[in-house]
């Protein structure tokens, strides 16, 4: 992903030097050698769009972690966009948190997206007897470890645990207390729930940039997983909307629709940008994001 113009240290720079909405994209790390080519197809076939920031997901064990790391590091050597690199609390003692820090800093990677995580397969929390109870901390360790700026997550819709969006917005405030200069959202699908999160921390007197994150719906069967994605069903419009479909490519247009509607009205509604989570694929982010440069520059 080559580029020659120059970039801002951090993405809190980039925030407060830009002059309009920054787009960002998100990646996982390949689960196996073979995974590998969809990766960086991906990653080709975004970087015309040319945006602001890229990341990749974080695994915990070992061997996807190497992996988040390696595919971060290429990314981050390439000359492409500022890359963030990923960090989580799960089944990783402080040591190794640590280590982690320091393979980033190795590959030039100073921006990092903090977050507790969740443990595999769905379990219970459970906190490394060596490590971290929660992002708050995590956010603390990092800026202990380095000079780094440090993103956290966000929640639109009411994390699920407690569906208190009052408590949600106090934990965001404590992140950002902790050092946190930027926040993404968790996956939503109704642009009001974002603009009553900021609206919360407004009034809080939190500034941070909190940038939303989209993922459109391109098949049915994406209804149920994006609902234990996003933490509670999708709204019933959307969903009747895309099972009234006739076809698979019916459904996909309806989705996109849907998705280039709501970053509208998220950037009308004043967010910095929009987060895309591509899952490794290229062509609905493409397509979404085309409309919406339409009105968005």
């Known amino acids: 992903m080559p580029s020659t113009d120059p970039k801002p240290g951090t993405v809190a720079e980039l925030f407060r030097s830009a002059h309009g909405p920054l787009f960002s994209f998100e990646f996982f790390p390949p689960r196996s050698e073979e ?29 996807r972690r190497d992996r988040t790391i390696r595919a971060t590091r290429r990314i981050a050597e390439s000359g492409g966009p500022l890359t963030v690199g990923h960090l989580t609390c799960v089944a990783q003692s402080k040591a190794e948190l640590a280590e982690a820090l320091a393979e980033y800093l190795e590959a030039g990677v100073t921006n990092i997206l903090a977050i507790r995580g969740d443990m595999p397969g769905g379990g219970p929390w459970e906190r490394h007897p060596e490590g971290l109870a929660n992002a708050t901390e995590l956010v603390r360790f990092i800026k202990s470890e380095g000079d780094f700026c440090v993103g956290v997550a966000a929640f639109a819709n009411p994390h699920e645990t407690s569906n208190d969006p009052d408590l949600d917005a106090r934990i965001l405030l404590d992140k950002v207390e902790a050092g946190a200069e930027f926040a993404i959202t968790q996956l939503f699908f109704e642009a009001e729930r974002y603009a009553e999160l900021v609206e919360r921390m407004r009034g809080l007197g ?86 919406v440069l339409t009105t968005a520059r």
């Open 35 to 63: 995974e590998e080519p969809v990766l960086w197809a991906a990653v080709e076939a975004l970087a015309p769009l040319q945006p602001a920031f890229v990341s990749v997901t974080y695994g915990a064990n070992g061997s």
């Open 206 to 291: 939190c500034e941070i940039p909190i940038v939303p994150g989209i993922m459109p719906l391109t098949v049915i069967t994406q209804i149920e997983r994006f609902a234990a994605l996003s933490g509670r069903a999708l709204p019933d419009a959307l969903v009747s909307r895309l099972r009234a479909c006739a076809s698979k490519e019916e459904v996909r247009e309806a989705g996109l629709a849907a998705a280039v509607q709501m970053s509208r009205d998220l950037l009308a509604a004043g967010a910095p940008g929009l987060q895309f989570f591509t899952q490794n694929r290229s062509k609905a982010t493409r397509e979404v994001l085309a409309e």
